[in-house]
């Protein structure tokens, strides 16, 4: 297993896309993720395209549904031989169990981690879906949720990193996107770090989209991810 950080989100709108970018990375030098938009356009068939080539695929279908359909959602995600796969922590500890159970009777089980609160999301969207109340404190009840079904880690922001590593402890995963260079578009994304900051605050893998999917040249912007990690320089963003 390759020992990178980086996971690198292919949200494209075609399997021969998502193939075409996968064709110039080195499956030791980053890890891919499979999503909402490439996963409903082109089918389980590109992440068994990807698995064969070589690749560690996190499946990002954020399963959020009663416990018998996330845990059988679950179980047909890891016959694709997928490396990690996530479910929402807001469908409750009963549905995360579920799940976890389910995938602990395989004979060769995937990573499961749940997403805590979306990268896209601040304090001010929390109180205009009628949740009112720190982005922060949201994210750590959700993490906590998820350690007590007993899961593999979380998804969260590297802003979290810090303080979910002190509640979780060293073993569980954490997940960050909304991971920015500092040249980088936030887009849509509110909860942001540079990925040297991200790692130095505990993050275990970081998923970046398109600071290199829409790069000039995709291949020069994860290398020079790579090296702003081994640099282990810490630009304030
Ligand atoms: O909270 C979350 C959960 C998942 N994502 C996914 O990560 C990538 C990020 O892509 P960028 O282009 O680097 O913004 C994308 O596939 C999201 O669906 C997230 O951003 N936040």
């Not at 179980?75 to 009963?94: E, K, P, Q, R, Y």
């Amino acid at each position: 297993m390759t020992e990178t950080r980086i996971i690198v989100a292919l949200d494209y709108a075609s399997a021969d896309a998502a193939l075409t970018l996968a064709d110039r990375l080195d499956p030791h030098r980053c890890r891919v993720k499979v999503g909402k938009e490439l996963f409903t356009r082109a089918g389980p068939a590109v992440v068994e395209q990807l698995v064969k080539r070589g690749f560690d695929v996190f499946l990002d279908l954020k399963y959020h549904d009663i416990p018998n359909t996330v845990a059988a959602a679950c179980a047909a995600a890891a016959d694709l031989g997928v490396w990690m796969l996530n479910v929402h922590a807001s469908g409750g500890v009963a549905m995360m169990q579920a799940a976890r159970e389910r995938l602990a009777s395989l004979p060769r089980r995937p990573l499961l981690i749940a997403v805590t609160l979306l990268t896209s999301l601040d304090d001010d969207d929390l109180t205009a879906i009628g949740c009112p109340g720190h982005a922060r404190e949201r994210v750590a009840l959700l993490a906590e949720l998820s350690a007590e079904a007993d899961l593999d880690g979380v998804v969260c922001s590297a802003r979290e990193a810090s303080d979910l590593r002190a509640r979780l402890g060293p073993e569980r995963l954490l997940v960050t996107p909304g991971v920015r260079p500092a040249d980088s578009a936030n887009g849509d994304q509110k909860r942001i770090m540079t990925p040297s900051r991200a790692i130095a605050a505990g993050a275990d893998h970081l998923v970046i989209g398109r600071p290199i999917t829409a790069a000039a040249d995709p291949q020069a912007a994860l290398s020079a991810i790579e090296a702003e990690l081994a640099v282990g320089s810490a630009t304030p963003r």
